[in-house]
C-alpha cells in the first residue's frame, strides 16, 4: 500500500504505508480504487494553497472506494459496501452559517485542510459516505464528486426544462454542467477556447462557441431567436466571461457564478439594475447533491468514459500533474490507487 505526499514545490513524494493506527468513534477505513485530479488539485501541486496545505500532505478528494474496516459504533454501513465520498467536515456550527453547513464558517475541506484520498488506504469519517448502486464503475465513480458541483450549480440556477442555458467555461466542471443542465431538459451552449475542448464538447453534441473568433453576444442572441439566456453558468474564471454574463441574459435572467474568483473583476452592474437580473453564488454542495449525482450515473446516460483524460498508477502521481501541465486539452485524470479494485 502506497500513499502520495505533497511536498511543495511541485513535488510529490510515495511511500509505503505502514502500521494502520486502529479506528477511532465514527470513522471508516477504505481501499481507495480511484482519486481524481482536479483544478484544485493543481492549484495546491502549483503552490498556489501552501499556506492551508500541511506539507508535506496527502491531498485529493475526488474518491470511490471499498470500504475494509468499521469503527465498532458505525451503523448503516458494512464491509464491501463500494462508496464514494463527501469530502467536508462541517465543524462547529455558529450563526454565521444560517444552516448552511456546507459552506460553514469552521468547514474543513477533506482533502485539503486534512489529508486525502490520494493514497491506497484512507480514514474518513462515516458521515461522508454514499454507497454506489450495484454495476456502477469505481472509475466512473471518482467522477461523482465533481458531478455532485455541476447538480448544486443546476439545482440553485432554478433552471427549467425548455430554458437556454450558456455555459462560460468548457473544462471539466462546465461540461458536467452542461451534461445535467441537459440532463433536466435545457437547451444548452457551451463557450470555450481552446480549440481541443471544442471539439470534444461538439462531439457531445452540444452547440459551442469561441468569444475569441466570434462576438459572444451576437452568438446568443442568434442561440436564442433574439431573447438571450434564461441562465449563464460562470466557470471559466477569467474576466472577460464575468464582462460578458450580464450582457447574455434576458430580462430576471439568472448568472450562477462557479468559478473562484480569488481577486475582484469589474461587473456590469447596471445590466442588473436594467434587466432585474440575479447573480447566484454557488460553492461545493449539499448531500441531496451527491444523491441526484450517483443517481445520474446509475442511469448509465451520460458520457462520463469520454471526459476520463487517462487513468495511471498512484505511484506515477508525479507523472500524472506534469501531463495535467503540459496538456491544457485534457479532461479528468485518475489516479488508480489498488490495483486489485477495478
Not at 26 to 50: F, N, P, S
Not at 68 to 83: H, T
Request: contains cysteine; glycine residues 8%; charged residues 20%.
Amino acid at each position: 500500500m502506497q500513499a502520495a505526499y505533497y511536498e511543495g514545490n511541485k513535488r510529490f513524494a510515495v511511500k509505503a504505508l505502514t502500521d494502520l493506527p486502529p479506528l477511532e468513534a465514527g470513522m471508516v477505513r477504505l481501499d481507495v480504487a480511484y482519486c481524481g485530479i482536479c483544478g484544485t488539485d493543481v492549484h495546491i501541486y502549483h503552490g498556489a494553497m501552501d499556506q492551508r496545505v500541511a506539507i508535506p500532505q496527502v491531498i485529493g478528494h475526488e474518491v470511490s472506494g471499498v470500504i475494509s474496516e468499521l469503527a465498532p459504533d458505525v451503523e448503516g454501513f458494512q464491509i464491501g459496501d463500494s462508496v464514494t465520498v463527501r469530502p467536508l467536515q462541517p465543524g462547529e456550527q455558529t450563526p454565521f452559517d444560517n444552516g448552511y453547513t456546507h459552506i460553514g464558517k469552521n468547514l474543513k475541506f477533506i482533502g485539503i485542510d486534512t489529508p486525502g484520498g490520494m493514497q491506497s488506504s484512507w480514514v474518513v469519517p462515516a458521515h461522508t459516505l454514499h454507497r454506489l448502486p450495484a454495476g456502477v464503475s469505481l472509475a466512473e465513480a471518482a467522477l461523482i464528486e465533481p458531478l455532485a458541483v455541476a447538480c448544486h450549480d443546476v439545482r440553485l440556477s432554478q433552471l427549467k426544462a425548455g430554458d437556454k442555458a450558456v455555459v462560460l467555461g468548457g473544462g471539466p466542471i462546465g461540461v458536467l454542467v452542461a451534461l445535467v443542465a441537459r440532463q433536466q431538459d435545457a437547451v444548452v451552449l457551451v463557450s470555450e477556447v481552446n480549440p481541443h475542448r471544442l471539439a470534444m464538447i461538439q462531439s457531445l453534441d452540444f452547440q459551442t462557441a469561441d468569444p475569441t473568433a466570434e462576438d459572444l453576444v451576437q452568438v446568443v442572441d442568434r442561440f436564442t431567436d433574439g431573447a438571450m439566456a434564461d441562465v449563464v453558468f460562470e466557470v471559466s474564471g477569467v474576466a472577460a466571461a464575468v464582462d460578458s454574463m450580464t450582457q447574455l441574459l434576458k430580462v430576471r435572467g439568472r448568472a450562477v457564478m462557479v468559478a473562484i474568483h480569488s481577486q475582484p473583476k469589474p461587473v456590469r452592474l447596471f445590466d442588473f439594475f436594467w434587466k432585474e437580473l440575479q447573480l447566484v453564488g454557488a460553492r461545493v454542495y449539499e448531500p441531496e447533491d451527491f444523491e441526484a449525482a450517483i443517481a445520474l450515473v446509475a442511469l448509465g446516460t451520460l458520457p462520463l468514459a469520454e471526459l476520463i483524460t487517462k487513468v495511471l498508477p498512484l505511484g506515477r502521481v508525479q507523472d500524472a500533474f506534469e501531463q495535467i501541465d503540459q496538456n491544457p486539452s485534457g479532461m479528468k485524470y485518475l489516479l488508480h490507487c489498488n490495483e486489485h479494485i477495478q
